[in-house]
């Protein structure tokens, strides 16, 4: 009987180690950010629709960044475009410090924009990084693997918004807040502020330890998938091959709305339970945390899963499921309602890096500029979210989650078109 191929290359069991903080750096920003929403919609006094251009900002830096870190990744390293990434995220952190002190929302944007930024080009660099890491059979299971330590970064990053920010918002409502004098509103706001601040600068602290780690790991390049390419970039041939690829094109928009789903799931918990049970924000916190604990434990089981099914399958499967748990979130709000929003993270669980093994499975050296497509598919968490905001202004918080419900259609559409295709599945180990 043949030796099942290995996990990883030789040599490159301590770069995936490194890789793997990597992944839950980029997961406790992004679930840091999420409550912000909310956060600056009650210290600005904003409508959702207004603040959800935190995402927005988030979002969209994703979107514009991944492709020049394709062209460092190709040109150079991924090793580059990691180091890259961490430096742009790292200063996009320490400038939450400064906009604080300027205490307008506009600063706050920019400082998510530059950090977003930089894990939007950690991410392009990261997700291929780890497929080139080990044979092409087990390489979106080894991304799941790599990617359930995503989970553990949002629980911490819920869990920072739900210690450190969420208390310390007044509770004084928009009407209330307008009939204070300037001097005590701004001391109020101060506060806030400095509230958000903190545990973003704590961030940009541990992104400068992950650099340095990763900055003096000597890490193989004789692979063909992971060497620089020597030839240059040809991005027109290049660009041409991946739009005539079915599966990588559908992948694309699949992962625009998976990411779209999530960001409107996560985002706006807090609002649905507000609306749904009353309490205060940091009440509601708690069951966006119990969320990102159920997200965390269904990746590693999907993990395991994997090892036996078919990933399309599972994907599937669990696209439907979310469908009808938004459809019941939005119809029945009440109690389960809240924890049928709460199981949506079971369903998230698997659906970015299965996408993104599925859609990159036999691309090549076209994988560098593939990867910086999928990311760039991000947009949707930029733009889906405007779109639920405003439905949640005009309809109500609980009708509102019809929206994600939508995405998680289209996401079993590409589950089901994977199933069907002729295309030969990657073995499993």
Same mark, same amino acid.
């Given at each position: 009987m ?18 793997v903080? &990597? ?5 406790? /920003? ?6 912000l929403? *909310?956060?600056?919609?009650r210290?600005?006094s904003?409508?959702?629709? *207004?603040?959800?251009f935190?995402? @927005? ?15 460092i ?8 475009g ?10 996009g952190a @320490? ?7 300027? %205490?307008t929302f506009?600063?706050?944007?920019l ?7 930089g ?7 990261a +997700? ?15 991304? +799941? ?6 989970p553990?970064g949002? +629980? ?8 450190l ?8 409502t ?5 009939? %204070? ?5 701004e ?9 958000v601040?903190t545990p973003?600068?704590?961030f ?6 992950i650099? $340095?780690?990763i ?37 694309v928009?699949?992962q625009f ?20 049970l009353g309490?205060?924000?940091a ?12 997200f ?9 899963? %994997?090892g $036996? ?16 748990? &938004? ?15 709460? /199981? ?19 691309? #090549?050296?076209d994988?560098?500029?593939?990867a910086?497509?999928?990311? %760039?598919?991000i947009? #949707? ?8 905001g ?6 109500g918080?609980a ?5 994600p419900?939508?995405?998680f ?5 590409f589950?089901?078109f994977?199933l ?8 499993r180990?």
């Open positions: 043949p030796a099942p191929p290995p996990f990883v290359h030789a040599g490159m069991r301590l770069p995936f180690a490194l890789l903080t &990597c992944f839950a750096a980029w997961g406790i /920003a992004a679930n840091m950010t999420d409550p929403v *909310q956060v600056f919609s210290i600005f904003m409508s959702t629709l *207004q603040a959800s935190v995402q @927005f900002a988030y979002y969209g830096a994703y979107f514009l960044l991944a492709l020049p870190a394709a062209f990744n190709r040109r150079f390293s991924y090793k580059t990691i180091l890259t990434g961490l430096g742009c995220a790292i200063a @320490f400038l939450f410090y400064p906009a604080a002190q300027a %205490m506009g600063f706050f944007l400082a998510l924009f530059l950090l977003a930024g894990l939007s080009i950690l991410e392009t660099s +997700n291929p990084f780890v497929i080139a890491m080990g044979p092409e059979g087990n390489a979106t299971r080894r991304l +799941n693997l790599a990617q359930a330590f995503n553990v949002t +629980n911490i990053g819920v869990f920072l918004a739900a210690t920010i969420l208390p310390q918002l007044n509770p004084a928009d009407a209330e807040r307008a009939a %204070m004098s300037a001097a005590t509103l001391t109020i706001q101060r506060a806030e502020l400095t509230a601040m973003y600068v704590g940009a602290v541990v992104l400068l330890a650099w $340095v780690a900055a003096l790991l000597r890490i193989p390049t004789d692979r063909e998938s992971i060497a620089p390419d020597a030839a240059g970039v040809q991005f027109g041939p290049t660009l041409r091959r991946l739009l005539s690829n079915r599966h990588y094109v559908f992948g928009v699949a709305f998976n990411v779209a789903a999530q960001t409107c799931a996560w985002t706006f918990t807090i609002p649905y339970v507000i609306a749904t309490g205060t924000e009440q509601a916190g708690w069951y966006l945390q119990a969320s990102l604990v159920v965390l434990v269904a990746r590693f089981v999907m993990v395991g899963a %994997m $036996v099914i078919r990933p399309a399958a599972l994907l599937t499967v669990m696209a439907v499921a979310g469908t009808a748990l &938004c459809l019941f979130a939005a119809t029945g709000p009440g109690l389960a309602g809240v924890w049928a929003v709460v /199981a949506l993270s079971a369903c998230l669980s698997l659906m970015f890096p299965t996408i993104y093994g599925i859609a990159l499975q036999g691309l #090549g050296q994988t560098k500029f593939g910086a497509g999928l990311v %760039m598919a947009l #949707g968490g930029a733009l889906v979210p405007l779109i639920h405003a439905v949640m202004d005009a309809q918080a009708l509102a989650y019809v929206v419900g939508l995405c259609v289209v996401v079993a559409a589950g089901l994977d069907r295709s002729t295309r030969k599945a990657a073995a180990p």
